[in-house]
């Protein structure tokens, strides 16, 4: 196969396996060519990813060696996307009764959800995550997409049991605002014990619901490598139970009456 | 820019930017090279995507012309994914009480995920869609991985209203196999009048939720173009109130007490 074949097929393979060893000898049979000349391909895609700001190549030495491509994305890119997010969640109609903001227009963009999941995956991909965990229903689709980026599976904790799902484990938990007792549920087969995880959520505001899903979490001995939050309220920061996580945007000044909003960079930007 | 590393970021752009028109003139900014080069490079990109069976680009003649990625999952690759799932349905140990289908590894998996979002997309890349509808929880992330390759947003149809949503149209609905009447609600800002929409769901037993979809839909004077739906369970097929749907598989002879399920290719393969 020629290089311009092979980089256009390589590029499509590499980008859909995020964070998995790829073998030379592998990449050498399915495009049809020596492995010295994969590893210059290698290296080309390498320095071409870099320069596009999403990510590069890792190589792995040793017989069993290869690449894998870590999913980074690029200060420019990062900033340039949060930017552009604060602009639009700062638009004064997104504004709901009781202080809360209306985001599922851009909660329902692949490609906004795609780039959230690339920043979220950026931050994470170094930790080991072998699950991404979140809470239905708003949740998900970035969840979906953070796991995409670190190539596990996705883990839905339900507020309610379904007959579909089979033995489930619950907890009873308060919601951090509202001081309500609830309940979540999860899957007794939908997570293997002691397995390292992130969990991922829309919206925090104190951060009960997050606080419930640790320790349910707890209950499947697995542990929380990390935390992120798509938007953080910052004017219940005094109230929050949750402590170390990672937000895209704080919202904070939020005034109904005056249809006022204030959204800046969250602390992955710091 | 080199041809090699042009190609490199070219396939990235392309792929993340399917059905969406790209200009020449703006390949050749991008990627600093004359219209001619560019010219070439797709011409080389068009035919190794064929051969990779992920898709085709289709040609724009005119000024405001250029190239669109059209997802098309190769009949090969297509085989041997639905193969492969199946398969993996018809382990016996995914029988639940009721003779539900324990689904929940699977539809967590992105990679499976996307792999299913491809197929469907294939199947409606042409159907002019401008929107992808399902309903909460399971159906979201198989409605996102459609979206992602017809780059639409996504809409979430909800069982209950959320406070964080803002006014809502319901309606009340005939669930088909249990004969319950059910709700489910729209929030009025989520989908333009008129659009045009395909409705993505995992599970279909009688169907009564799509057709709840649907007359859901016709309050915003939606035209559904097409249904898809991951499995159908083939033994409700006479009590059945939605005809012209997509499924992926087919389950059928479910006996709980013998342990044995049959799970074959859906209509999509006929």
Chains 1, 2 share one sequence.
Do not use: W
């Amino acid at each position: 196969m020629k290089r311009s074949d092979r980089l256009i097929g390589m590029t499509n393979y590499v980008l859909e396996h995020p964070l998995q060893l790829i073998s030379l000898p592998f990449l050498a049979e399915k495009y049809q060519a020596a492995k010295s000349s994969i590893s210059e391909d290698l290296t080309i895609m390498n320095k071409m990813l870099q320069q596009e700001g999403i990510g590069y190549l890792e190589s792995v030495a040793g017989a069993a060696g290869g690449v894998k491509y870590v999913p980074q994305y690029s200060k420019e890119n990062s900033d340039q996307f949060i930017n552009q997010l604060c602009d639009r969640l700062e638009d004064p109609n997104r504004l709901l009764p009781g202080g809360y903001l209306f985001m599922s227009d851009i909660l329902g963009e692949p490609d906004t959800i795609r780039q959230i999941g690339r920043l979220f995956a950026s931050e994470f991909a170094s930790l080991g995550i072998e699950a991404v965990v979140t809470v239905a229903t708003k949740g998900i689709p970035l969840a979906y997409a953070v796991a995409s980026f670190l190539n596990v599976p996705v883990v839905i904790v339900r507020r309610d049991p379904k007959i579909t799902e089979g033995s489930t484990v619950s907890i009873n938990y308060v919601s951090g605002s509202s001081r309500k007792i609830q309940t979540m549920v999860l899957t007794k087969r939908s997570l293997k014990q002691g397995a390292r995880v992130c969990i991922i959520d829309d919206f925090m505001k104190a951060g009960g619901t997050i606080d419930g899903m640790k320790s349910l979490l707890k209950e499947f001995d697995a542990q929380v490598a990390g935390i992120g939050v798509l938007a953080e309220a910052e004017d219940e920061e005094d109230e929050r139970v949750v402590n170390d996580y990672t937000s895209l945007v704080k919202i904070s000044n939020v005034d109904v009456r005056n249809q006022q909003i204030e959204v800046h960079k969250g602390n992955l930007f710091k």
